[in-house]
C-alpha cells in the first residue's frame, strides 16, 4: 500500500514524484523501461562513438524555474546564440534571414531580404505582444487553472486575445508581415508537432504557437547542458533522495478502481519474472489519454491522436559549407535553421499530406545542440571539430506510413534531405560522420517508430491535440480526482473520469513538451492544494 503509485517514469512522473515524496508521502514509480527518463533522455545512438544525444525531445523552454528550484535540480540551460537562420534562393542569389545575433545585424538581415525596414518593424511588434502575453500566462501554468475569463483579464489585451486565443493565427501572420518567407518563419511555431494549416478553424495551430511562445515568459528555447538526459536524471535523484521507490522494468497492466474512490486503487503490473499488484490511495498516470483508457478498461478518447513529424538525428565530421558566404555556418545551425518553411510552401505540404501523399517540397529545420553544449561530445570528437545535427520534419502525419512505414521513411529522408542540400556548397551526406560499423551516423524516426518505441499514440509528441491554458467560464471548481469527472477537470486541470485516478502527462490541460507542469499540477491535486 502506498500513499501515491505513479505510471511511467518519463520526466513529468519524476516531477510528480519528487514533490509527492517531499510532502512525506509513500511513492512509487513504476516503469516498463529499463530506465527512467521517457522521451526526455541522452543516449549514444551510434555505436562505438561517444557522442550523447537528445534522442527524442531535444531543447527546453516550458520548465518552470519554479520546479527546478523548489526540487533543488542540479540542471542548466543554455542560451543559443542565435534565434534563427533561415536561407533562400531569390533571383539566382543565395542568401538568408539571420534573426538574433544582434539588433543590427537582424534589422540589417531583415532589410537586405526584403528591401526596406517594415518587416523587421513588424516582427518587432508582434513579438512585442507575444511577449507580453507571455509574461502574463506562463506564470499560470503552475497556478490553479483559471477561467477563459479569468486569463483574459490577467492577459488585459483585447487585440491580442483575439489574435491568439480566437482568430485563426493565418489572419495575424498575414496582418503583419508581407513577406512570404517571414509569414513561414513565424508560423513554424504554430507547427511543431501539429498537423493544422495557418487558417485552421480548430485553431490547432493558435494553441501550438501559443505554447512555443510563452516559454519562460520570454518564448526563448534553450539547450539543456550535459543533454536532455541531464534533467531526468537529476529529477530521479531528487525523487529517490526524498525518499521515492523507483522501480524500472515494471510494465503496468492494469488499473481497478471501486467506481468512488473510497477504497485504494490497485494497479497490475508485470516484471521479468511475473505480474504483481500494488494498492495506492492515488494513482497519478504519465502516459496518454489513450493509454490511460485502456488501463482502466475503458474505450480510449475520440479522435485518435496522430502524430506528424519527422525526427532524424545525425553526427558530422564538421558543420556543410553554405552556398550563403555572408553567413557563418556556426552561426547558421547554432539557432533554428528553417528548410523549406516558406508560408506557400508549409501550406502546399499541409494540402498534400492531407490529401494521402508525402510533401514534394518536405519542410524540416535543424539545430546542432552541440555548437551551445559542446559537452555532449567525447573530448576527441571535440578537438575533431564533430557536430551534431538534429532535424524536425513537419506535415508528415502517421497515415502517410501505414503501408510501408520503412520505404516511406527512406524516401522522406532523402528528399527532406535535398531540401537541406539545395542550400549548402557540398551535400550533408558528405560530412557525415561513420560508427565502428562504418554506417554513417544518422538515424530517422516516423511517428510510427515513435509510437512503437514511446508507445506515443500515433506517434503524437504531445498525446494529443494542446489544449487551451485554462477551463471553460462554467466548469466546475471540485477536486481533480472527482468521481465522473472529465479528462483536464477540476481545479488543476488533471483530473479524469476514474476516481482516484489523475493524469500527470502530457495529454493533462497545459501538458506538451519538457516542462514538468503536468507533473507539478497531478502532485498538487493529489496534496489537495
Not at 318 to 336: H, I, K, M, N, Q
Request: proline fraction near 6%.
Amino acid at each position: 500500500m502506498y500513499d501515491d503509485v505513479i505510471v511511467g517514469g518519463g520526466h513529468n512522473g519524476l516531477v510528480a514524484a519528487a514533490y509527492l515524496a517531499r510532502a512525506g508521502r509513500s511513492v512509487l514509480v513504476l516503469e516498463r523501461l529499463g530506465h527512467t527518463g521517457g522521451a526526455a533522455v541522452s543516449t549514444r545512438p551510434f555505436a562505438g562513438v561517444d557522442a550523447r544525444l537528445s534522442r527524442y525531445s531535444y531543447l527546453v523552454s516550458l520548465l518552470p524555474s519554479k520546479i527546478v528550484r523548489d526540487l533543488g535540480l542540479d540542471f542548466a540551460l543554455r542560451r543559443r546564440a542565435v534565434s534563427s537562420y533561415t536561407p533562400v534562393e531569390r533571383g539566382g542569389r543565395h542568401g538568408g534571414l539571420l534573426v538574433g545575433a544582434d539588433e543590427a545585424r537582424t534589422r540589417e538581415s531583415f532589410a537586405r531580404l526584403t528591401g526596406s525596414d517594415r518587416e523587421y518593424d513588424n516582427w518587432r511588434a508582434f513579438y512585442g505582444t507575444t511577449r507580453q502575453v507571455a509574461e502574463r500566462v506562463f506564470p499560470t501554468l503552475t497556478e490553479p487553472l483559471p477561467t477563459r475569463a479569468e486569463l483574459r483579464a490577467r492577459i488585459g489585451d483585447d487585440a491580442a486575445w483575439r489574435m491568439l486565443f480566437e482568430e485563426p493565427l493565418g489572419q495575424a501572420v498575414e496582418k503583419y508581415f508581407a513577406d512570404d518567407l517571414v509569414r513561414g518563419v513565424v508560423l513554424t511555431d504554430g507547427l511543431i508537432g501539429t498537423f493544422a494549416d495557418a487558417h485552421d478553424p480548430s485553431l490547432a495551430q493558435n494553441r501550438c504557437f501559443l505554447y512555443h511562445v510563452i516559454g519562460g515568459g520570454t518564448g526563448d528555447w534553450d539547450v539543456p547542458v550535459g543533454g536532455m538526459g541531464s534533467l531526468t536524471r537529476a529529477l530521479a535523484g531528487a525523487a529517490r533522495a526524498a525518499g521515492a521507490h523507483i522501480a524500472t522494468g515494471h510494465e503496468v497492466l492494469r488499473i481497478d478502481t471501486d467506481g468512488t474512490g473510497a477504497e485504494p486503487a490497485e494497479v497490475v503490473f508485470r516484471t521479468a519474472t511475473g505480474e504483481g499488484r500494488v494498492a495506492a490511495r492515488t494513482v497519478l498516470v504519465n502516459a496518454s489519454p489513450r493509454a490511460l483508457a485502456e488501463l482502466c478498461g475503458q474505450e480510449p478518447p475520440s479522435p485518435p491522436a496522430e502524430g506528424a513529424q519527422l525526427k532524424v538525428n545525425m553526427l558530422l565530421r564538421r558543420l556543410p559549407r553554405l552556398r550563403d558566404t555572408s553567413v557563418d555556418p556556426r552561426e547558421a545551425f547554432g539557432g533554428t535553421f528553417h528548410i523549406a518553411e516558406g508560408y506557400a510552401e508549409l501550406a502546399r505540404a499541409h494540402a498534400e499530406a492531407a490529401a494521402g501523399e508525402l510533401p514534394s517540397v518536405p519542410p524540416s529545420e535543424i539545430y546542432c545542440h552541440s555548437l551551445t553544449d559542446p559537452t555532449i561530445l567525447g573530448p576527441e570528437l571535440v578537438e575533431q571539430g564533430y557536430q551534431t545535427l538534429t532535424l524536425f520534419g513537419l506535415h508528415t502525419p502517421a497515415r502517410l506510413f501505414e503501408k510501408d512505414n520503412q520505404g516511406t521513411r527512406e524516401v522522406l529522408l532523402t528528399a527532406t534531405l535535398a531540401q537541406l542540400d539545395a542550400h549548402l556548397a557540398e551535400p550533408v551526406t558528405d560530412c557525415l560522420a561513420f560508427d565502428a560499423d562504418g554506417r554513417p551516423c544518422i538515424e530517422a524516426k516516423t511517428p510510427l517508430d515513435l509510437e512503437r518505441e514511446l508507445r506515443l499514440p500515433g506517434g503524437h509528441i504531445f498525446h494529443r491535440d494542446l489544449s487551451w491554458p485554462h477551463r471553460a467560464d462554467d466548469a466546475a471548481t471540485g477536486d481533480d480526482d472527482a468521481a465522473g469527472a472529465g479528462f483536464g477537470s477540476g481545479r488543476w486541470g488533471v483530473g479524469t473520469p476514474y476516481p482516484g485516478v489523475l493524469l500527470c502527462g502530457a495529454g493533462a490541460v497545459r501538458g506538451g513538451g519538457v516542462s514538468g507542469v503536468p507533473g507539478h499540477n497531478a502532485a498538487m491535486a493529489a496534496l489537495g492544494r
